[in-house]
């Protein structure tokens, strides 16, 4: 196929060269010393000064093209050695990669005079150059060079001695660390060097020793492990047991270094993946702004809709101490975000592969949550008092501050799962940076999304606005008991993806024990000292009998992914078969604890409109369903620059690369992107 590309390339450059018969590469042989010894030898540098937005290629050329070649004509007894190649760069031309050069380019050769040599004579070291240079085109173009080189004592030339080093520069370097490949669906290139973990390149591309090792227009995918780098690449049809071919890093500072890849088959560990080019398309700044709106945004998300009887009764408490609880609940949540953004990072800096939401993924988390939500339903239907507000009484009292604050950590305990517009590209970036870069982010978050509180307490006449204290409060109060139980109710159906029936049952005894120890704390608070410990007592074993009850959910097994009525489940093998195929795909990146993506679903995904698309067009629709923990759909998020769900993706027939839709969708949108 390469000989077929090559050939049409050339009959296509003939109307062209009868046009412009000027050289596109200027070229001549430069040596590297003054003179040669007998049974020395002497480097000569073949340099191509190639014309602007022209290129020459590689050894490998990749999709097409041909390499230099150099056919060299000595006197008897001499030797040249094969040319010593500096990394190439990647040259896409269209749907093709290319690897090639551009600009100036020396290409080296080592010259081996014999023992018999003599002193004193010249001899003449010809050359027949060979190469193909192309832009929209591909001109066929050779030279005879030659240069003649006295022999005697070795001198070095000084005139070009920056020169050569300069080119010596460009040339791979035997790896200083071990590498090992792994070949299934992909293909995982391992470089075992912990250092690169926390330098973090800039950039990292293989470059094939030769072709079919992989397909080359694919993008190659950088993930980080524990002890080293990753290289995703796409294997081609021509792996063999030793995986040959450059590996070229560029550092922070833009200095670049290739290394020798001779690669065996070996353990590769897990490892998180990312286009590092598109890192730098976001600077800290602008990630702490996104991180600013996003955070304001995710007060608006349905993901958040359980913890608004909590806000609204924290407006409702507001009066003469409403500024200090304002800031009070500011605090909690910014104190919040910045935990379970630092526990995440300290998480993945120990080799785990988890993203924003993670601590919805474990059952026993999910089972506590819907006991926490399920307690503050009992608390503000009346069966139980803590902070009482009833009929204002509690405005004055000194706790205040200390429940606003814990309102705030409850608000981004069920709030963080989900991720709103602006948030994910924030979160993206500060998972791939250092501690105190993340950290910026994660407060930046904490801040906007409680700065509707912070504005208040700047703002106490904001205050005035709501109606005064009063026997209303405890109405409202009674009422938003019921969206707290629904949220424990939704809780229980994630748990039920998570750990199936039993783990429903075991939930379910434990809210029955909740409210069984609610009942006799409050039940004993009007009695004897003696019946208030004997009440405190028995409800405190009781709470003890749920916790326990909410242990028995450790370990627990995740329910299997099934297909789903509107698709079949995600995995990476079957992508990549899709892709093959040439079909469009649409992967929906979601999970049952995302209200966010639930509403989604109901509102936009399963409507008529939208599902007849899908048929019409024959699109693959794929649920990467992240509920419980999954490493290849954690690696997708990754891939795309998101650390939590939801995220949608269309692949168009023969595209490239996926559209990525909005987080909240739209019937309107769907559609127009499966137009694209």
């Not at 073949?46 to 070649?69: C, F, M, R, S, V």
């Not at 010249?122 to 027949?128: E, G, Q």
Request: hydrophobic share 50%; proline share 7%.
């Amino acid at each position: 196929m390469k000989h077929i590309l090559l050939f049409l390339a050339l009959f296509m450059a003939a109307p062209a060269m009868a046009q412009d018969s000027q050289p596109k590469v200027q070229a001549r042989l430069i040596a590297e010393g003054k003179a040669v010894a007998p049974s020395g030898s002497i480097t000569v540098a073949l340099e191509e000064q190639i014309a602007p937005e022209w290129h020459t290629y590689w050894k490998n050329p990749g999709d097409a093209g041909a390499p230099t070649i150099i056919e060299w004509t000595l006197p008897p007894g001499w030797k040249a050695d094969a040319i010593q190649w500096p990394r190439p760069m990647r040259v896409p031309v269209g749907p093709l990669m290319d690897y090639g050069y551009e600009g100036k380019l020396w290409l080296l050769s080592k010259i081996t005079a014999p023992a018999d040599a003599k002193a004193g004579e010249t001899v003449t070291i010809k050359a027949s150059a060979s190469w193909l240079v192309c832009k929209n085109i591909c001109i066929p173009e050779e030279r005879s060079l030659s240069i003649t080189v006295p022999i005697g004592a070795q001198a070095p030339d000084p005139a070009e001695a920056k020169d050569f080093a300069a080119a010596r520069a460009l040339l791979p370097v035997v790896s200083p660390w071990k590498i090992t490949y792994a070949l299934g669906n992909v293909l995982d290139l391992y470089v075992a060097a912990p250092n690169l973990v926390s330098a973090r390149p800039k950039g990292a591309d293989f470059f094939p020793a030769r072709s079919g090792l992989i397909k080359n227009p694919a993008p190659q995918l950088v993930g980080y492990a524990k002890d080293g780098l990753v290289l995703r690449l796409t294997p081609g049809a021509k792996v063999s047991a030793l995986l040959e071919g450059l590996l070229v890093l560029t550092s922070s500072d833009g200095s670049v270094q290739a290394l020798e890849v001779n690669a065996q088959p070996g353990p590769v560990p897990a490892a998180e993946f990312t286009q590092v080019a598109a890192e730098g398309d976001l600077t800290l700044w602008l990630a702490i702004l996104f991180a600013l709106l996003g955070g304001l945004i995710l007060n608006m998300m349905p993901c958040v809709l359980p913890i608004l009887a909590m806000k609204a009764l924290a407006l409702a408490q507001h009066g003469t101490e409403g500024r200090r609880e304002s800031f009070s609940y500011a605090l909690g949540a910014i104190v919040s975000f910045a935990a379970l953004g630092l526990l995440v990072l300290l998480l993945r800096q120990g080799g785990a592969t988890i993203g924003w939401g993670f601590q919805l993924q474990s059952p026993m988390v999910v089972a506590g949550f819907a006991l926490l939500v399920f307690a503050v339903g009992l608390n503000l239907s009346g069966l139980f008092e803590v902070g009482s507000i009833t009929a204002g009484e509690g405005l004055t009292r000194k706790n205040g501050s200390l429940g606003a604050f814990f309102t705030g950590v409850l608000a981004v305990a069920v709030a963080a799962p989900c991720t709103a517009p602006f948030m994910a590209a924030a979160l993206g970036f500060a998972l791939s940076q250092g501690v105190a870069a993340a950290l910026a982010v994660f407060v930046a978050l904490g801040v906007g999304f409680a700065l509707p509180f912070i504005l208040l307490g700047l703002w106490p006449r904001a205050l005035s606005f709501l109606p005064r204290p009063g026997p209303w409060m405890l109405r409202l109060k009674q009422f938003l008991a019921f969206p707290m139980y629904m949220a424990a109710a939704w809780l229980v159906w994630v748990l039920a993806q998570q750990a199936g029936p039993r783990g429903v049952a075991i939930v379910s005894a434990a809210m029955i024990f909740v409210a069984m120890a609610a009942w006799l704390w409050s039940v004993t608070r009007d009695m004897t000292a003696r019946g208030r410990i004997l009440g405190t007592v028995a409800a405190l074993l009781v709470l003890l009998g749920a916790l326990w009850g909410v242990n028995q959910l450790r370990g627990a097994v995740p329910v299997p992914a099934t297909q789903t009525t509107r698709g079949e489940s995600y995995s990476t093998a079957k992508l990549a078969s899709y892709r093959a195929q040439g079909r469009a795909v649409f992967v929906d990146a979601t999970a049952a604890w995302c209200i966010t993506c639930l509403v989604n679903e109901e509102a936009v995904l399963n409507k008529q409109p939208v599902q007849s698309a899908f048929a019409q067009k024959n699109v693959v629709y794929m649920v990467a369903d992240w509920t419980n923990q999954n490493p290849e759909i954690t690696a997708l998020l990754k891939e795309y620059g998101r650390s939590g769900v939801p995220l949608y993706l269309y692949y168009a027939p023969g595209g490239a690369a996926p559209k990525i839709l909005p987080q909240i969708l739209t019937e309107a949108g769907v559609l127009a992107a499966l137009e694209s």
